[in-house]
Protein backbone atom coordinates (compact mmCIF):
# COMPACT_ATOMS: atom_id res chain seq x y z
CA UNK A 1 0.00 0.00 0.00
CA UNK A 2 1.23 3.63 -1.26
CA UNK A 3 2.06 5.43 2.09
CA UNK A 4 0.65 9.49 1.96
CA UNK A 5 3.59 12.09 2.40
CA UNK A 6 3.05 13.53 6.29
CA UNK A 7 -0.05 16.04 5.80
CA UNK A 8 -1.09 15.91 2.45
CA UNK A 9 -4.45 15.35 1.70
CA UNK A 10 -5.30 11.77 0.87
CA UNK A 11 -7.39 13.48 -2.20
CA UNK A 12 -4.61 15.85 -3.30
CA UNK A 13 -3.14 15.69 -7.38
CA UNK A 14 -0.02 14.65 -8.13
CA UNK A 15 1.91 17.71 -7.85
CA UNK A 16 2.49 19.91 -11.55
CA UNK A 17 5.27 22.16 -12.36
CA UNK A 18 3.79 24.92 -13.71
CA UNK A 19 5.11 27.25 -15.73
CA UNK A 20 6.36 30.43 -13.96
CA UNK A 21 4.49 33.59 -14.30
CA UNK A 22 5.37 36.55 -16.07
CA UNK A 23 5.91 39.97 -14.46
CA UNK A 24 3.66 42.66 -15.31
CA UNK A 25 5.40 45.27 -17.06
CA UNK A 26 5.83 48.14 -14.23
CA UNK A 27 7.08 50.76 -16.71
CA UNK A 28 5.93 52.17 -20.42
CA UNK A 29 8.15 51.93 -23.44
CA UNK A 30 9.52 54.87 -23.83
CA UNK A 31 8.44 56.68 -27.22
CA UNK A 32 10.64 59.30 -27.83
CA UNK A 33 8.97 61.35 -30.83
CA UNK A 34 5.44 61.01 -28.41
CA UNK A 35 6.91 61.96 -25.46
CA UNK A 36 8.46 65.35 -27.41
CA UNK A 37 4.96 65.89 -29.15
CA UNK A 38 3.58 65.95 -25.67
CA UNK A 39 5.89 68.27 -24.18
CA UNK A 40 5.26 70.30 -27.03
CA UNK A 41 2.16 70.33 -27.07
CA UNK A 42 1.65 71.25 -22.98
CA UNK A 43 3.85 73.96 -23.34
CA UNK A 44 2.33 75.62 -26.43
CA UNK A 45 -1.03 75.76 -23.78
CA UNK A 46 1.00 77.18 -21.15
CA UNK A 47 3.03 79.41 -23.28
CA UNK A 48 -0.61 80.63 -24.73
CA UNK A 49 -2.00 80.96 -21.05
CA UNK A 50 0.34 82.83 -19.41
CA UNK A 51 3.25 84.10 -21.68
CA UNK A 52 6.96 83.09 -21.45
CA UNK A 53 7.41 84.86 -17.88
CA UNK A 54 4.83 83.08 -16.07
CA UNK A 55 5.06 79.72 -18.07
CA UNK A 56 6.06 76.96 -15.48
CA UNK A 57 8.25 73.72 -16.20
CA UNK A 58 6.96 71.56 -13.89
CA UNK A 59 3.41 72.52 -15.29
CA UNK A 60 4.55 71.27 -18.40
CA UNK A 61 6.14 67.98 -17.30
CA UNK A 62 2.52 67.36 -15.34
CA UNK A 63 0.51 68.18 -17.87
CA UNK A 64 2.35 66.27 -20.92
CA UNK A 65 2.70 63.11 -18.03
CA UNK A 66 6.34 63.18 -17.63
CA UNK A 67 9.38 65.02 -15.75
CA UNK A 68 11.60 67.98 -15.79
CA UNK A 69 14.73 65.78 -16.51
CA UNK A 70 13.03 64.67 -19.94
CA UNK A 71 11.80 67.99 -20.86
CA UNK A 72 15.73 69.06 -20.40
CA UNK A 73 16.90 66.19 -21.69
CA UNK A 74 14.75 66.75 -25.60
CA UNK A 75 14.99 70.74 -25.22
CA UNK A 76 17.82 71.80 -22.94
CA UNK A 77 16.35 74.91 -21.28
CA UNK A 78 12.85 76.70 -20.53
CA UNK A 79 13.91 79.39 -23.61
CA UNK A 80 14.98 76.64 -26.03
CA UNK A 81 11.89 75.11 -25.17
CA UNK A 82 9.99 78.06 -26.14
CA UNK A 83 11.65 78.44 -29.17
CA UNK A 84 10.63 75.23 -30.59
CA UNK A 85 6.98 76.09 -29.33
CA UNK A 86 7.33 79.19 -31.64
CA UNK A 87 8.69 77.12 -34.29
CA UNK A 88 5.71 74.12 -34.41
CA UNK A 89 3.55 76.73 -34.19
CA UNK A 90 4.34 78.58 -37.69
CA UNK A 91 5.08 74.89 -38.99
CA UNK A 92 1.73 73.77 -38.37
CA UNK A 93 0.19 76.89 -39.99
CA UNK A 94 2.09 76.60 -43.03
CA UNK A 95 1.88 72.92 -43.45
CA UNK A 96 -1.76 73.11 -43.24
CA UNK A 97 -1.75 76.26 -45.36
CA UNK A 98 -0.33 74.39 -48.09
CA UNK A 99 -3.69 71.91 -48.59
CA UNK A 100 -4.67 74.75 -50.31
CA UNK A 101 -3.16 73.93 -53.29
CA UNK A 102 -2.56 77.58 -54.33
CA UNK A 103 -0.68 77.33 -57.74
CA UNK A 104 -3.77 75.43 -58.66
CA UNK A 105 -6.25 77.68 -58.04
CA UNK A 106 -7.69 80.48 -60.09
CA UNK A 107 -5.96 83.66 -58.78
CA UNK A 108 -9.38 84.92 -56.79
CA UNK A 109 -10.74 81.88 -55.98
CA UNK A 110 -6.82 81.65 -54.61
CA UNK A 111 -7.43 84.42 -52.48
CA UNK A 112 -10.65 84.30 -51.57
CA UNK A 113 -9.66 80.61 -49.59
CA UNK A 114 -6.18 81.74 -48.06
CA UNK A 115 -8.30 84.75 -46.55
CA UNK A 116 -10.89 82.45 -45.32
CA UNK A 117 -7.92 79.67 -44.18
CA UNK A 118 -6.52 82.32 -42.34
CA UNK A 119 -9.81 83.48 -40.56
CA UNK A 120 -10.59 80.78 -39.85
CA UNK A 121 -7.39 79.26 -38.57
CA UNK A 122 -7.09 81.99 -35.72
CA UNK A 123 -11.12 81.24 -35.16
CA UNK A 124 -9.52 77.68 -34.05
CA UNK A 125 -6.32 78.00 -32.67
CA UNK A 126 -6.63 80.97 -30.60
CA UNK A 127 -3.63 80.06 -28.72
CA UNK A 128 -1.82 80.76 -32.01
CA UNK A 129 -2.64 84.50 -31.77
CA UNK A 130 -1.40 84.76 -27.84
CA UNK A 131 1.76 82.94 -28.49
CA UNK A 132 2.67 85.43 -31.66
CA UNK A 133 1.26 88.47 -29.05
CA UNK A 134 3.98 86.72 -26.34
CA UNK A 135 6.87 86.81 -28.88
CA UNK A 136 5.93 90.29 -30.17
CA UNK A 137 6.25 91.59 -26.39
CA UNK A 138 10.05 90.13 -26.74
CA UNK A 139 10.40 92.21 -30.01
CA UNK A 140 11.20 88.22 -31.94
CA UNK A 141 14.15 87.86 -29.63
CA UNK A 142 13.78 84.27 -29.46
CA UNK A 143 12.38 84.03 -33.11
CA UNK A 144 15.33 85.73 -34.51
CA UNK A 145 17.66 82.63 -33.31
CA UNK A 146 15.50 80.23 -35.09
CA UNK A 147 17.54 78.22 -38.06
CA UNK A 148 14.31 77.63 -39.59
CA UNK A 149 11.87 79.94 -39.55
CA UNK A 150 12.84 82.13 -42.47
CA UNK A 151 13.10 78.64 -44.77
CA UNK A 152 9.75 77.65 -43.52
CA UNK A 153 7.92 80.98 -45.19
CA UNK A 154 9.96 81.35 -48.48
CA UNK A 155 7.88 78.57 -50.03
CA UNK A 156 4.23 80.34 -48.79
CA UNK A 157 5.80 83.44 -50.40
CA UNK A 158 6.66 82.13 -53.60
CA UNK A 159 3.05 80.17 -53.75
CA UNK A 160 1.39 83.57 -53.12
CA UNK A 161 3.93 85.63 -55.50
CA UNK A 162 2.79 82.95 -58.11
CA UNK A 163 -1.03 83.58 -57.57
CA UNK A 164 -0.50 87.49 -57.89
CA UNK A 165 1.40 87.18 -60.98
CA UNK A 166 -1.05 85.32 -62.82
CA UNK A 167 -3.99 87.11 -61.60
CA UNK A 168 -2.31 90.56 -63.03
CA UNK A 169 -1.32 88.45 -66.55
CA UNK A 170 -4.98 87.86 -66.84
CA UNK A 171 -6.05 91.30 -66.20
CA UNK A 172 -7.82 90.28 -62.70
CA UNK A 173 -4.93 91.97 -60.47
CA UNK A 174 -3.37 95.26 -60.45
CA UNK A 175 0.40 95.03 -61.65
CA UNK A 176 3.20 94.93 -58.49
CA UNK A 177 1.34 93.65 -55.94
CA UNK A 178 3.60 92.88 -53.15
CA UNK A 179 3.25 89.33 -51.51
CA UNK A 180 3.64 90.17 -48.06
CA UNK A 181 1.74 93.39 -48.18
CA UNK A 182 -1.23 91.35 -49.15
CA UNK A 183 -0.70 88.74 -46.43
CA UNK A 184 -0.32 91.34 -44.21
CA UNK A 185 -3.71 92.99 -45.18
CA UNK A 186 -5.17 89.53 -44.61
CA UNK A 187 -3.75 88.36 -41.26
CA UNK A 188 -4.12 91.93 -39.60
CA UNK A 189 -7.85 92.00 -40.70
CA UNK A 190 -8.39 88.54 -39.18
CA UNK A 191 -5.64 89.31 -35.59
CA UNK A 192 -6.68 92.93 -34.63
CA UNK A 193 -10.36 91.83 -34.64
CA UNK A 194 -9.95 88.60 -32.46
CA UNK A 195 -7.14 90.52 -30.12
CA UNK A 196 -9.67 93.69 -29.82
CA UNK A 197 -12.88 92.09 -30.00
CA UNK A 198 -13.53 91.62 -26.02
CA UNK A 199 -12.92 95.94 -25.90
CA UNK A 200 -14.51 96.57 -29.19
CA UNK A 201 -17.73 94.88 -28.28
CA UNK A 202 -17.44 96.55 -25.02
CA UNK A 203 -16.80 100.18 -27.00
CA UNK A 204 -19.28 99.85 -29.56
CA UNK A 205 -22.45 97.78 -27.49
CA UNK A 206 -21.92 94.93 -30.57
CA UNK A 207 -21.46 91.75 -29.58
CA UNK A 208 -18.24 90.59 -31.81
CA UNK A 209 -17.92 87.20 -30.68
CA UNK A 210 -21.22 86.55 -31.71
CA UNK A 211 -20.77 84.02 -34.39
CA UNK A 212 -22.97 85.49 -37.17
CA UNK A 213 -20.37 88.40 -36.92
CA UNK A 214 -17.47 86.35 -36.91
CA UNK A 215 -19.26 85.18 -39.97
CA UNK A 216 -19.93 88.46 -41.74
CA UNK A 217 -15.74 89.22 -40.98
CA UNK A 218 -14.85 86.70 -42.53
CA UNK A 219 -16.82 87.80 -45.77
CA UNK A 220 -15.46 91.21 -44.94
CA UNK A 221 -11.95 90.49 -44.93
CA UNK A 222 -12.57 88.56 -48.25
CA UNK A 223 -14.40 91.46 -50.24
CA UNK A 224 -12.04 93.69 -48.88
CA UNK A 225 -8.88 92.07 -49.95
CA UNK A 226 -10.54 91.36 -53.74
CA UNK A 227 -11.53 95.32 -53.60
CA UNK A 228 -7.85 95.80 -52.74
CA UNK A 229 -5.93 93.95 -55.66
CA UNK A 230 -8.42 94.67 -58.30
CA UNK A 231 -6.74 97.48 -61.17
CA UNK A 232 -7.36 100.67 -60.35
Do not use: C
Not at 74 to 82: N, Q, R, T
Amino acid sequence: MEKTTKNQPLDAAPEETLPPKRKRATTQVRNPERTRAAILEAARREVAAKGLAGARIDVVARRAGTNKRMIYHYFGDKDALYLAVLEDAYRHIRHTERRLDLTRKPPAEGLRELALFTWHYFLDHPEFLSILATENLNKARYLRQSPTIAAMHSNFISELEDVLRRGSDAGEFRDGLDPIDVYLTIASLGAFYLSNRFTLSTIFQRDLTDPAELERWGQHIVSTLLAAVRPV
